[in-house]
């Protein structure tokens, strides 16, 4: 296997497990709108160093155009019919 295919494997993989352990946190924030990244970390299950370095960074990339995050709150501007 080529080293760039086992590259994409990885960053695959770790996409489909960030979104796995975020979907709880994504739909409490789609109902509530907006919540702080503690309650978003928390809610995810990772700590709220790595939440915001690594995984919110991940978060905005897949959910670009729904999640605005602004002074320590994650605000879901999307309609409601879209999903996370």
Request: glycine content about 2%; hydrophobic content about 35%.
């Amino acid at each position: 296997m080529s080293e760039e295919k086992s590259e994409n494997i990885i960053e695959n993989t770790t996409i489909v497990r960030i979104k796995e352990r975020t979907k709880n946190m994504l739909k409490e924030l789609k109902k509530r709108k907006s919540m702080t990244t503690v309650e978003a970390a928390v809610l995810s299950n990772y700590s709220l160093s790595y939440f915001t370095t690594f995984i919110l960074n991940v978060l905005k990339m897949l959910y670009k155009d729904c999640l605005l995050v602004s002074r320590g709150r994650i605000t879901w501007v999307c309609e409601d019919n879209k999903e996370p």
